[in-house]
């Protein structure tokens, strides 16, 4: 039986993820409704992709008995309170990276999935590309040696980008691509929590940073060196260094199909996508949901690639770097609002 879908918002990464499920079995996986706060929207969607129920609130998608897992596509912002929703009414949920604004709000959600025995897995696509998983293999065969420097830089031009800019859209380039680079180094060097972290950045108008770089020190003497940006764009490279050879992935970090290692090339081509997509590479999307369809049948309530304790050590490292660099968000007002009041309770 296929894996049946629901949908949260009607937006652009929700119409590529759709596009993405086109290009794996029927018999796999099946989008059955799809909710915005806009209920014409949600219609318009259904309609495109071919879904047969259509929901003017999230409310309603929660409630649908034929859903069997939820993906949230919707902002940042939104990703808290719209999951915590699904999860209490025990639904399985993909949640889009970043899972959340801050650590706090990740710890609550890993809390209420828990209560309510349900599987939930912060969206990463980088992890289950066919490189990263290659990449997996050789560190665990020791390919590399023992490891010493990571090197991952991302950029976009995309300082023209409304919710890019704006505070209370959850913007600034630390959340929406640092988050790649900063997953990328807890890939390879492990789950485990930088001993230390420096930040230096360069804020937009609007108080948003617009290019940031971030050095993670780890045990042993390891060191992730990323460099990220808003402002040009760049070919998105990555290296991993150990003492007996390197991997080189020439562009494309966060949706990588093609890396080198000691005069070798791997390349694993995407699938032609059969509708336009808004971003390049998102028919790779269909990696994370086919993992999610297997974890969902050995009956796991979390991915063992994508660990949710490694969802609460990234956006830790991320709550980090941007204290130092000054980019302070309404919900991490609101998380020391509330520590406040426990402390003098």
């Known amino acids: ?100 604004m801050n650590a706090a709000e990740v710890r609550e959600m890993i809390k209420v999935a828990r209560e309510n025995d349900v599987f939930l897995m912060e969206g990463f696509w980088t992890r289950f590309f066919p490189v990263s998983e290659q990449i997996r293999t050789m560190l665990q065969q020791k390919d590399l040696g023992d490891l010493k420097v990571l090197r991952a830089q991302l950029g976009f031009k995309m300082d ?16 929406d691509l640092g988050c790649y680079c900063i997953q990328f180094a807890s890939m390879v060097f492990g789950p485990e929590k930088p001993q230390s972290i420096v930040a230096s950045a360069f804020l937009h108008d609007t108080g948003v940073d617009e290019t940031t770089a971030i050095i993670l020190n780890y045990s042993e003497n390891r060191q992730a060196v990323l460099n990220f940006t808003m402002m040009i764009n760049l070919p998105g490279e990555a290296l991993i260094g150990g003492t007996e050879g390197i991997i080189k992935i020439p562009n494309h970090m966060n949706s990588p199909t093609v890396m080198f290692l000691k005069g070798n090339r791997w390349e694993w081509p995407l699938p032609p996508s059969p509708e336009p997509l808004f971003f390049e590479h998102d028919i790779g999307l269909r990696y994370e949901a086919e993992h999610v369809r297997q974890c969902l049948l050995k009956g796991l309530k ?35 609002a509330n520590q406040g009041n426990e402390a003098g309770q």
Request: net charge negative; charged share 25%; aromatic share 6%.
């Open 1 to 100: 039986m296929a894996l049946r879908w629901g949908i949260c918002s009607a937006g652009k990464i929700s119409h590529d993820f759709l596009v993405a499920l086109q290009t794996l079995p029927v018999a796999d996986h099946k989008a059955v409704a799809i909710a915005a706060r806009d209920l014409k929207r949600a219609q318009e969607y259904a309609e495109q992709h071919g879904i047969c129920r259509a929901y003017g609130s999230y409310e309603e998608l929660a409630q649908d008995p034929d859903v069997d897992v939820v993906y949230v596509g919707s902002l940042h912002t939104q990703h808290y309170a719209l999951t915590l929703l699904f999860l209490r009414a025990k639904k399985n949920v993909l949640c889009e990276k970043p899972m959340a």
């Open 160 to 175: 023209d980008t409304p919710r890019l800019v704006d505070k209370k859209l959850g913007g600034g380039v630390i959340m």
């Open 302 to 336: 979390e991915s063992p690639v994508m660990p949710l304790c490694e969802s609460e050590i990234i956006a830790t490292t991320m709550d980090e770097a941007r204290r130092q660099v000054g980019v302070i968000y309404e919900q991490d007002t609101a998380v020391q």
